[in-house]
């Protein structure tokens, strides 16, 4: 009754000329993936899964940020997931766009929903995410730049891919404001530390001031470690957030809490 009482409404004017156009899509429910794939414009070699946290809070509360953490690989994409994602979504758009006269090369970005019926494509970005791209980094045997360029010469269908078998984890701190305006120019210390309990921190917001390291941006840092087990990958990176001297920094304390609690359950 509300749903039709809200289409009424549309085509009453309720809305003013906003309301002439109704676009009406199926409520999706499932667990949300990222898939990446390398294209060349007729070959797409899956390039790892992942899986983010888009709220600033734990427990998934507040506001939507550009990502507060990740892990990869996405457990939810099994090896049946990852086949009937090529075969029902990527390879037809791929089909699809070269029968088009615009054959797609690049990195191909498929943010899905795994439902009871399967993966569902919710939105395609040509590109790499962030965090996600920290976490395949991590987990990344083989030269970027090589696999760049196969893409580039249209040379995928003779190349393969080598991931590492550990799970990647990383937290994004951020500076104190975000998602809202961001306080700049506070230092930061601690990062040789940090990276000597294993963990690899990439910028993002930082620049130099003076000789110090300073937050530059709202979300600053990527505090990433590999592990055996998605819980093993978050010790070490939560270890590694612990050296860190950064007060007006705040990070979210459970990333990658769904997984490990799988893990946790022995499922």
Excluded at 205 to 217: F, H, S
Aim: charged share 20%.
């Amino acid at each position: 009754d509300e749903a039709n009482a809200a289409l009424e409404a549309c085509f009453d004017g309720a809305f003013g000329a906003a309301g002439a156009e109704v676009v009406v899509e199926e409520y999706l429910t499932g667990e949300e993936a990222s898939f990446f794939c390398l294209c060349d414009g007729a070959t797409a070699l899956p390039f790892g899964t992942a899986q983010d946290h888009k709220r600033v809070g734990d427990g998934d509360t507040g506001p939507n940020t550009g990502g507060m953490g990740a892990y990869s690989p996405a457990p939810v994409m099994t090896p049946e997931m990852t086949e009937r994602t090529m075969r029902e979504i990527i390879e037809p758009t791929m089909r699809g766009m070269a029968n088009l006269g615009a054959p797609f090369a690049g990195i191909l970005f498929a943010g899905l929903m795994i439902t009871d019926q399967g993966p569902k494509l919710i939105e395609y970005n040509t590109r790499f995410g962030d965090p996600e791209c920290q976490v395949l980094m991590m987990r990344l045997k083989d030269d970027l730049l090589v696999l760049l360029n196969g893409a580039v010469d249209g040379q995928l269908a003779h190349m393969s891919i080598r991931w590492s078998d550990e799970t990647a984890l990383t937290v994004v701190m951020a500076a104190r404001g975000y998602p809202g305006t961001p306080e700049k120019g506070s230092v930061i210390r601690g990062l040789d530390e940090a990276e000597g309990e294993g963990a690899q921190v990439f910028h993002a917001g930082t620049a130099i001031n003076g000789g110090a390291l300073v937050a530059n941006g709202g979300r600053v840092l990527n505090v990433t470690a590999l592990g055996k087990t998605v819980g093993e990958a978050q010790q070490k990176a939560y270890a590694a957030i612990d050296h860190i001297d950064w007060p007006q920094g705040f990070y979210r304390h459970d990333i990658g809490w769904r997984a490990v609690e799988r893990e946790n359950a022995g499922g």
